[in-house]
Protein backbone atom coordinates (compact mmCIF):
# COMPACT_ATOMS: atom_id res chain seq x y z
CA UNK A 1 0.00 0.00 0.00
CA UNK A 2 1.09 3.53 -0.94
CA UNK A 3 1.79 5.54 1.88
CA UNK A 4 -0.31 8.09 0.74
CA UNK A 5 -3.38 6.08 0.43
CA UNK A 6 -5.80 5.63 3.22
CA UNK A 7 -7.79 2.69 3.60
CA UNK A 8 -10.77 4.59 3.33
CA UNK A 9 -10.18 5.47 -0.66
CA UNK A 10 -11.20 1.43 -1.20
CA UNK A 11 -14.65 0.34 -0.20
CA UNK A 12 -15.57 -3.54 -0.53
CA UNK A 13 -18.99 -4.37 -1.36
CA UNK A 14 -21.19 -7.65 -2.13
CA UNK A 15 -24.21 -8.37 -3.76
CA UNK A 16 -26.34 -10.79 -2.44
CA UNK A 17 -30.13 -11.62 -2.53
CA UNK A 18 -32.81 -14.48 -4.16
CA UNK A 19 -32.30 -16.13 -7.51
CA UNK A 20 -33.11 -13.56 -10.76
CA UNK A 21 -32.96 -10.67 -8.42
CA UNK A 22 -30.63 -8.84 -10.77
CA UNK A 23 -27.62 -8.81 -8.89
CA UNK A 24 -25.27 -9.34 -12.03
CA UNK A 25 -27.52 -6.80 -14.16
CA UNK A 26 -26.60 -4.37 -10.88
CA UNK A 27 -23.05 -4.61 -11.19
CA UNK A 28 -22.75 -4.45 -15.04
CA UNK A 29 -25.10 -1.32 -14.90
CA UNK A 30 -22.62 0.23 -12.20
CA UNK A 31 -19.82 -0.92 -14.77
CA UNK A 32 -21.40 0.74 -17.86
CA UNK A 33 -22.74 3.74 -16.42
CA UNK A 34 -19.38 4.24 -14.70
CA UNK A 35 -17.62 4.34 -17.51
CA UNK A 36 -15.56 1.48 -16.32
CA UNK A 37 -15.74 -1.18 -19.14
CA UNK A 38 -12.67 -1.33 -21.67
CA UNK A 39 -13.00 -1.64 -25.35
CA UNK A 40 -12.04 -5.08 -25.32
CA UNK A 41 -14.55 -6.02 -22.37
CA UNK A 42 -17.45 -4.59 -24.41
CA UNK A 43 -15.94 -6.48 -27.39
CA UNK A 44 -16.15 -9.32 -25.24
CA UNK A 45 -19.66 -8.53 -24.22
CA UNK A 46 -21.33 -8.20 -27.10
CA UNK A 47 -19.71 -11.12 -29.08
CA UNK A 48 -21.41 -13.20 -26.05
CA UNK A 49 -24.82 -11.55 -26.98
CA UNK A 50 -25.85 -14.85 -28.72
CA UNK A 51 -24.84 -17.42 -26.10
CA UNK A 52 -28.29 -15.75 -24.49
CA UNK A 53 -29.91 -15.50 -27.63
CA UNK A 54 -31.68 -12.64 -29.24
CA UNK A 55 -28.54 -11.02 -30.14
CA UNK A 56 -29.24 -8.51 -27.26
CA UNK A 57 -25.98 -7.48 -25.21
CA UNK A 58 -26.42 -8.85 -21.47
CA UNK A 59 -25.06 -6.72 -18.78
CA UNK A 60 -25.48 -9.26 -16.24
CA UNK A 61 -21.99 -11.24 -18.40
CA UNK A 62 -19.67 -8.78 -17.43
CA UNK A 63 -19.83 -11.11 -14.13
CA UNK A 64 -21.31 -14.52 -15.24
CA UNK A 65 -18.19 -15.19 -16.34
CA UNK A 66 -18.76 -19.19 -16.46
CA UNK A 67 -21.09 -20.57 -20.03
CA UNK A 68 -23.03 -22.85 -17.42
CA UNK A 69 -23.87 -19.17 -15.64
CA UNK A 70 -24.66 -17.19 -19.22
CA UNK A 71 -26.70 -20.45 -20.02
CA UNK A 72 -28.73 -20.89 -17.18
CA UNK A 73 -28.96 -17.03 -16.89
CA UNK A 74 -28.01 -17.86 -13.07
CA UNK A 75 -25.00 -17.12 -10.83
CA UNK A 76 -23.07 -19.96 -9.95
CA UNK A 77 -19.37 -18.60 -8.56
CA UNK A 78 -18.27 -15.68 -6.93
CA UNK A 79 -16.99 -12.92 -9.83
CA UNK A 80 -14.56 -10.10 -8.26
CA UNK A 81 -14.73 -6.79 -10.52
CA UNK A 82 -12.77 -3.59 -9.97
CA UNK A 83 -13.98 -0.03 -10.32
CA UNK A 84 -13.17 3.47 -9.73
CA UNK A 85 -14.91 7.10 -9.34
CA UNK A 86 -13.44 10.02 -8.72
CA UNK A 87 -14.47 9.98 -4.85
CA UNK A 88 -13.45 5.93 -4.27
CA UNK A 89 -11.79 2.66 -5.85
CA UNK A 90 -14.81 -0.49 -5.27
CA UNK A 91 -13.57 -4.05 -5.38
CA UNK A 92 -17.32 -6.03 -5.99
CA UNK A 93 -18.43 -9.54 -5.04
CA UNK A 94 -20.94 -10.78 -6.97
CA UNK A 95 -22.50 -13.45 -4.93
CA UNK A 96 -25.07 -16.21 -5.76
CA UNK A 97 -28.94 -16.27 -5.20
CA UNK A 98 -29.03 -20.50 -4.98
CA UNK A 99 -29.33 -21.57 -1.63
CA UNK A 100 -27.47 -24.59 -2.57
CA UNK A 101 -24.23 -21.96 -3.31
CA UNK A 102 -24.55 -20.78 0.01
CA UNK A 103 -21.09 -21.42 0.84
CA UNK A 104 -20.21 -19.13 -2.35
CA UNK A 105 -21.98 -16.07 -0.52
CA UNK A 106 -20.20 -16.51 2.47
CA UNK A 107 -16.75 -16.52 0.90
CA UNK A 108 -17.91 -13.65 -1.33
CA UNK A 109 -19.27 -11.39 1.78
CA UNK A 110 -16.41 -12.59 4.48
CA UNK A 111 -13.98 -9.43 3.33
CA UNK A 112 -17.16 -6.77 2.72
CA UNK A 113 -17.51 -3.90 4.52
CA UNK A 114 -20.77 -3.07 2.79
CA UNK A 115 -23.51 -5.67 1.80
CA UNK A 116 -26.25 -5.29 -1.26
CA UNK A 117 -28.88 -7.23 -0.43
CA UNK A 118 -31.16 -7.10 -3.68
CA UNK A 119 -35.33 -7.78 -3.16
CA UNK A 120 -37.10 -8.30 -6.50
CA UNK A 121 -40.73 -5.79 -5.98
CA UNK A 122 -42.61 -8.49 -7.58
CA UNK A 123 -41.71 -11.00 -5.18
CA UNK A 124 -41.03 -8.91 -1.97
CA UNK A 125 -39.01 -10.42 1.07
CA UNK A 126 -38.36 -14.14 0.72
CA UNK A 127 -36.29 -16.85 2.79
CA UNK A 128 -32.78 -16.05 0.83
CA UNK A 129 -33.75 -12.10 1.43
CA UNK A 130 -33.48 -13.35 4.92
CA UNK A 131 -30.92 -15.62 5.14
CA UNK A 132 -28.55 -13.37 3.53
CA UNK A 133 -29.23 -10.29 5.63
CA UNK A 134 -28.79 -12.71 8.71
CA UNK A 135 -25.60 -13.87 7.24
CA UNK A 136 -24.50 -10.25 6.12
CA UNK A 137 -25.07 -9.71 10.09
CA UNK A 138 -23.50 -12.68 11.01
CA UNK A 139 -20.21 -11.62 8.95
CA UNK A 140 -19.61 -8.54 11.07
CA UNK A 141 -20.56 -6.59 7.68
CA UNK A 142 -21.13 -2.87 9.48
CA UNK A 143 -23.40 -1.43 6.72
CA UNK A 144 -26.28 -2.81 4.49
CA UNK A 145 -28.29 -1.29 1.54
CA UNK A 146 -31.65 -3.55 0.83
CA UNK A 147 -31.90 -2.53 -2.52
CA UNK A 148 -35.62 -3.36 -4.04
CA UNK A 149 -34.78 -4.37 -7.71
CA UNK A 150 -37.16 -4.23 -10.64
CA UNK A 151 -39.61 -1.23 -9.63
CA UNK A 152 -40.17 -0.88 -13.26
CA UNK A 153 -42.07 -4.01 -13.09
CA UNK A 154 -44.68 -2.48 -10.59
CA UNK A 155 -45.41 0.75 -12.09
CA UNK A 156 -42.81 2.35 -10.06
CA UNK A 157 -45.10 1.61 -7.03
CA UNK A 158 -44.81 3.79 -3.67
CA UNK A 159 -46.89 1.31 -1.59
CA UNK A 160 -45.03 -1.99 -2.73
CA UNK A 161 -41.72 -0.64 -1.79
CA UNK A 162 -43.19 1.09 1.37
CA UNK A 163 -44.71 -2.40 2.25
CA UNK A 164 -41.32 -4.34 1.35
CA UNK A 165 -39.15 -1.41 3.84
CA UNK A 166 -41.61 -2.15 6.51
CA UNK A 167 -41.34 -6.05 6.73
CA UNK A 168 -37.84 -6.03 6.66
CA UNK A 169 -37.66 -3.64 9.09
CA UNK A 170 -40.32 -5.95 10.77
CA UNK A 171 -36.45 -8.49 11.59
CA UNK A 172 -33.92 -5.93 11.12
CA UNK A 173 -33.88 -5.97 15.23
CA UNK A 174 -33.37 -9.53 15.62
CA UNK A 175 -30.08 -9.16 13.52
CA UNK A 176 -28.84 -5.74 15.52
CA UNK A 177 -25.13 -5.65 14.05
CA UNK A 178 -25.58 -3.13 11.60
CA UNK A 179 -24.02 0.48 11.72
CA UNK A 180 -26.72 1.74 9.26
CA UNK A 181 -29.23 0.16 6.88
CA UNK A 182 -29.96 2.30 3.37
CA UNK A 183 -33.11 1.72 0.89
CA UNK A 184 -32.88 2.48 -2.61
CA UNK A 185 -35.44 1.58 -4.83
CA UNK A 186 -33.70 0.79 -8.63
CA UNK A 187 -34.37 -0.46 -11.78
CA UNK A 188 -30.54 -1.81 -12.63
CA UNK A 189 -32.02 -3.12 -16.14
CA UNK A 190 -32.82 0.65 -16.67
CA UNK A 191 -30.47 2.12 -14.79
CA UNK A 192 -32.82 3.87 -12.48
CA UNK A 193 -31.20 5.32 -9.25
CA UNK A 194 -28.05 3.81 -9.90
CA UNK A 195 -25.55 5.94 -11.54
CA UNK A 196 -28.49 8.76 -12.11
CA UNK A 197 -31.73 9.71 -10.02
CA UNK A 198 -35.05 8.40 -11.75
CA UNK A 199 -37.68 10.30 -12.97
CA UNK A 200 -39.95 7.90 -12.32
CA UNK A 201 -39.71 7.98 -8.57
CA UNK A 202 -40.44 11.40 -7.31
CA UNK A 203 -41.51 10.14 -4.16
CA UNK A 204 -38.04 8.99 -3.43
CA UNK A 205 -36.14 11.54 -2.17
CA UNK A 206 -32.72 9.75 -1.56
CA UNK A 207 -29.15 9.20 -2.94
CA UNK A 208 -28.76 7.54 -5.96
CA UNK A 209 -27.21 3.74 -5.07
CA UNK A 210 -23.69 4.49 -6.77
CA UNK A 211 -24.06 8.34 -4.44
CA UNK A 212 -24.48 6.25 -1.41
CA UNK A 213 -21.32 3.29 -2.24
CA UNK A 214 -19.38 7.03 -2.83
CA UNK A 215 -20.57 8.33 0.91
CA UNK A 216 -20.74 5.49 3.07
CA UNK A 217 -18.58 6.60 5.89
CA UNK A 218 -15.89 3.30 6.77
CA UNK A 219 -13.20 4.94 8.07
CA UNK A 220 -14.30 3.63 11.64
CA UNK A 221 -14.79 -0.06 10.53
CA UNK A 222 -10.96 -0.74 11.29
CA UNK A 223 -10.36 -1.94 14.90
CA UNK A 224 -7.33 0.50 15.55
CA UNK A 225 -7.60 0.06 19.50
CA UNK A 226 -5.37 -3.15 19.84
CA UNK A 227 -2.44 -3.94 17.77
CA UNK A 228 -2.44 -7.52 15.93
CA UNK A 229 0.34 -8.47 13.72
CA UNK A 230 0.38 -12.24 12.58
CA UNK A 231 4.25 -13.28 11.02
CA UNK A 232 3.37 -14.53 7.54
CA UNK A 233 7.08 -14.61 6.66
CA UNK A 234 10.47 -14.24 8.12
CA UNK A 235 11.94 -11.46 6.12
CA UNK A 236 16.28 -12.12 5.11
CA UNK A 237 17.33 -10.30 1.67
CA UNK A 238 19.55 -13.03 0.28
CA UNK A 239 21.58 -10.53 -2.20
CA UNK A 240 25.15 -10.85 -2.28
CA UNK A 241 25.92 -7.37 -4.01
CA UNK A 242 24.27 -5.52 -1.54
CA UNK A 243 26.06 -5.62 2.11
CA UNK A 244 23.34 -3.37 3.82
CA UNK A 245 21.13 -5.97 3.84
CA UNK A 246 23.20 -8.22 5.38
CA UNK A 247 21.79 -8.20 8.99
CA UNK A 248 18.01 -7.17 8.13
CA UNK A 249 15.69 -9.42 9.67
CA UNK A 250 12.24 -8.75 9.31
CA UNK A 251 8.46 -9.96 10.33
CA UNK A 252 6.45 -9.39 7.20
CA UNK A 253 2.29 -9.80 7.25
CA UNK A 254 -0.83 -7.42 7.56
CA UNK A 255 -1.91 -5.51 10.18
CA UNK A 256 -4.94 -6.95 11.38
CA UNK A 257 -5.76 -4.42 14.29
CA UNK A 258 -4.38 -1.02 15.82
CA UNK A 259 -1.62 1.03 15.30
CA UNK A 260 2.05 0.46 15.43
CA UNK A 261 4.47 3.40 15.91
CA UNK A 262 8.58 2.85 15.88
CA UNK A 263 9.78 2.69 19.71
CA UNK A 264 6.73 0.52 21.01
CA UNK A 265 6.25 -1.65 23.44
CA UNK A 266 5.33 -5.05 21.95
CA UNK A 267 4.99 -8.89 23.19
CA UNK A 268 5.49 -11.88 20.91
CA UNK A 269 3.24 -14.56 20.84
CA UNK A 270 2.91 -17.50 22.35
CA UNK A 271 6.48 -17.41 23.55
CA UNK A 272 5.78 -14.24 25.85
CA UNK A 273 9.22 -12.45 24.77
CA UNK A 274 8.73 -8.60 24.81
CA UNK A 275 11.09 -6.10 22.71
CA UNK A 276 10.61 -2.67 20.79
CA UNK A 277 9.96 -1.32 17.47
CA UNK A 278 12.94 -0.72 15.87
CA UNK A 279 11.58 0.40 12.10
CA UNK A 280 8.48 -0.43 9.97
CA UNK A 281 9.24 -0.69 6.24
CA UNK A 282 6.97 -1.05 3.01
CA UNK A 283 7.26 -1.34 -0.45
CA UNK A 284 7.83 2.20 -0.93
CA UNK A 285 10.29 3.09 2.05
CA UNK A 286 9.81 3.40 6.02
CA UNK A 287 6.92 4.72 7.88
CA UNK A 288 6.99 6.31 11.78
CA UNK A 289 3.81 4.33 12.43
CA UNK A 290 1.55 2.11 10.56
CA UNK A 291 -2.31 0.82 11.22
CA UNK A 292 -4.54 -1.56 10.05
CA UNK A 293 -5.18 -3.14 7.11
CA UNK A 294 -1.74 -2.24 6.07
CA UNK A 295 0.97 -4.88 4.90
CA UNK A 296 4.58 -4.06 6.62
CA UNK A 297 7.45 -5.64 7.46
CA UNK A 298 8.49 -4.58 11.00
CA UNK A 299 12.20 -4.70 12.54
CA UNK A 300 12.85 -5.14 16.11
CA UNK A 301 15.36 -4.18 18.70
CA UNK A 302 16.23 -7.41 20.19
CA UNK A 303 17.67 -10.79 17.68
CA UNK A 304 14.97 -12.74 19.06
CA UNK A 305 13.20 -16.26 17.54
CA UNK A 306 10.10 -15.16 15.61
CA UNK A 307 8.60 -17.35 13.47
CA UNK A 308 6.01 -17.82 10.60
CA UNK A 309 2.46 -18.06 12.91
CA UNK A 310 3.73 -16.13 15.90
CA UNK A 311 1.43 -12.62 16.32
CA UNK A 312 2.83 -9.92 17.63
CA UNK A 313 0.52 -7.76 20.17
CA UNK A 314 0.19 -4.46 21.65
CA UNK A 315 0.03 -4.72 25.40
CA UNK A 316 -3.40 -3.20 25.99
CA UNK A 317 -5.37 -4.45 25.59
CA UNK A 318 -4.54 -8.14 25.41
CA UNK A 319 -5.29 -11.00 23.27
CA UNK A 320 -7.28 -14.16 24.15
CA UNK A 321 -4.71 -16.99 24.66
CA UNK A 322 -6.60 -20.38 24.86
CA UNK A 323 -7.35 -23.90 23.03
CA UNK A 324 -10.74 -24.14 24.65
CA UNK A 325 -12.90 -22.21 21.54
CA UNK A 326 -16.67 -21.26 21.32
CA UNK A 327 -17.68 -19.99 18.00
CA UNK A 328 -20.39 -19.89 15.39
CA UNK A 329 -19.89 -21.86 11.81
CA UNK A 330 -21.43 -21.58 8.40
CA UNK A 331 -21.42 -25.38 7.37
CA UNK A 332 -20.45 -25.68 3.62
CA UNK A 333 -19.62 -29.15 3.27
CA UNK A 334 -22.14 -32.00 1.68
CA UNK A 335 -21.06 -34.28 4.79
CA UNK A 336 -22.85 -32.84 8.13
CA UNK A 337 -20.55 -31.98 10.70
CA UNK A 338 -20.57 -34.38 13.70
CA UNK A 339 -19.14 -34.32 17.19
CA UNK A 340 -15.61 -35.29 17.98
CA UNK A 341 -14.22 -35.03 14.45
CA UNK A 342 -10.80 -34.08 14.39
CA UNK A 343 -10.51 -31.04 11.57
CA UNK A 344 -7.51 -28.48 10.90
CA UNK A 345 -8.41 -25.36 11.79
CA UNK A 346 -6.60 -22.39 9.79
CA UNK A 347 -6.31 -19.24 11.83
CA UNK A 348 -4.53 -16.20 10.09
CA UNK A 349 -1.36 -18.03 9.25
CA UNK A 350 -1.30 -20.70 11.66
CA UNK A 351 -2.81 -24.05 10.99
CA UNK A 352 -3.45 -26.67 13.92
CA UNK A 353 -5.39 -29.72 14.50
CA UNK A 354 -9.04 -29.21 16.32
CA UNK A 355 -12.15 -31.21 17.36
CA UNK A 356 -15.52 -30.32 17.28
CA UNK A 357 -16.21 -31.03 21.02
CA UNK A 358 -20.58 -30.35 21.25
CA UNK A 359 -23.04 -28.39 18.81
CA UNK A 360 -24.58 -26.16 21.11
CA UNK A 361 -27.77 -25.14 18.66
CA UNK A 362 -29.04 -24.26 14.75
CA UNK A 363 -30.13 -21.25 13.76
CA UNK A 364 -33.60 -21.45 11.90
CA UNK A 365 -32.99 -18.66 9.20
CA UNK A 366 -36.58 -18.73 8.68
CA UNK A 367 -37.52 -16.85 12.54
CA UNK A 368 -33.65 -16.44 13.27
CA UNK A 369 -34.71 -18.80 16.52
CA UNK A 370 -31.72 -20.86 18.00
CA UNK A 371 -32.53 -24.80 17.74
CA UNK A 372 -31.05 -26.31 20.73
CA UNK A 373 -28.29 -29.44 20.99
CA UNK A 374 -28.72 -31.16 16.83
CA UNK A 375 -27.85 -33.78 16.06
CA UNK A 376 -25.42 -32.01 13.17
CA UNK A 377 -25.29 -29.41 10.71
CA UNK A 378 -25.63 -29.82 7.40
CA UNK A 379 -24.92 -28.26 3.89
CA UNK A 380 -25.68 -24.22 4.74
CA UNK A 381 -26.50 -24.98 8.28
CA UNK A 382 -24.98 -22.34 10.72
CA UNK A 383 -24.84 -23.27 14.43
CA UNK A 384 -22.91 -22.64 17.54
CA UNK A 385 -20.20 -25.57 18.32
CA UNK A 386 -17.41 -25.39 21.18
CA UNK A 387 -14.06 -26.47 19.77
CA UNK A 388 -10.62 -27.82 21.21
CA UNK A 389 -7.47 -26.89 19.40
CA UNK A 390 -4.16 -28.93 19.99
CA UNK A 391 -2.23 -25.43 20.88
CA UNK A 392 -2.96 -22.24 22.69
CA UNK A 393 -4.73 -19.63 19.48
CA UNK A 394 -4.20 -16.14 19.85
CA UNK A 395 -6.97 -14.43 19.34
CA UNK A 396 -10.12 -11.90 20.01
CA UNK A 397 -13.88 -12.39 19.26
CA UNK A 398 -15.26 -11.86 15.60
CA UNK A 399 -17.28 -8.72 17.14
CA UNK A 400 -14.37 -7.13 18.34
CA UNK A 401 -11.48 -8.13 15.08
CA UNK A 402 -13.26 -9.39 12.15
CA UNK A 403 -9.58 -10.40 11.02
CA UNK A 404 -8.35 -11.91 14.07
CA UNK A 405 -11.32 -13.42 15.03
CA UNK A 406 -12.13 -15.44 12.32
CA UNK A 407 -11.27 -19.05 11.01
CA UNK A 408 -11.88 -21.63 8.89
CA UNK A 409 -12.23 -25.64 9.48
CA UNK A 410 -10.24 -28.26 6.55
CA UNK A 411 -11.32 -31.39 6.62
CA UNK A 412 -7.53 -33.32 6.41
CA UNK A 413 -8.90 -37.00 4.28
CA UNK A 414 -10.09 -34.31 1.58
CA UNK A 415 -8.50 -31.04 2.06
CA UNK A 416 -11.51 -29.14 1.04
CA UNK A 417 -12.56 -26.19 3.39
CA UNK A 418 -15.98 -27.51 4.90
CA UNK A 419 -16.87 -24.12 7.39
CA UNK A 420 -16.38 -20.52 8.19
CA UNK A 421 -16.16 -19.62 11.35
CA UNK A 422 -16.59 -16.78 13.64
CA UNK A 423 -15.01 -16.70 17.62
CA UNK A 424 -17.02 -15.58 20.28
CA UNK A 425 -15.02 -13.24 23.14
CA UNK A 426 -12.37 -15.14 24.63
CA UNK A 427 -12.74 -16.94 28.16
CA UNK A 428 -9.58 -16.02 29.02
CA UNK A 429 -6.69 -13.23 27.77
CA UNK A 430 -3.20 -13.88 27.81
CA UNK A 431 -1.52 -13.44 30.93
CA UNK A 432 2.31 -12.65 31.40
CA UNK A 433 2.73 -15.26 33.79
CA UNK A 434 2.18 -18.11 31.19
CA UNK A 435 5.69 -17.42 30.47
CA UNK A 436 7.98 -14.60 31.44
CA UNK A 437 10.47 -14.66 29.00
CA UNK A 438 11.22 -10.46 28.95
CA UNK A 439 14.58 -9.25 27.41
Not at 34 to 46: F, G, H, P, T, V
Not at 246 to 255: A, E, K, P, T, Y
Not at 313 to 325: I, R, S
Not at 366 to 376: F, K, L
Request: contains cysteine; charged residues 25%; negative net charge.
Amino acid sequence: MNQSQHPVDLLRFNTCGSVDDGKSTLIGRLLYDSKSIMEDQMDALERSADITGGGKVNLANLTDGLRAEREQGITIDVAYRYFATPKRKFIVADTPGHEQYTRNMVTGASTAHLSVVLVDARNGVIEQTRRHSYLSALLGIPHILFAINKMDLVGWSEDCYRNIRAEIEGFLPKLDMFKDVKFIPISALEGDNVVTPSRHSPWYEGTTLLGHLESVHNASDWNLNAFRFPVQWVNRPNNPKDKTLHDFRGFSGQITGGIVKIGQEVLILPSGLKSKIREIWTYDGTLEEAFSPQSVTLLLEDDIDVSRGDTIVGLDPLPGYCADLSAQLCWMDSRPLKRNRKYYLKHGAQTVQAMVGSLDSRVNINTYETEPEPDQLALNDIGEVSLRTAKPLVFDGYTTNRLTGSFVLVDPETNATVAAGMLRPPSQLYRPEYTDFSI
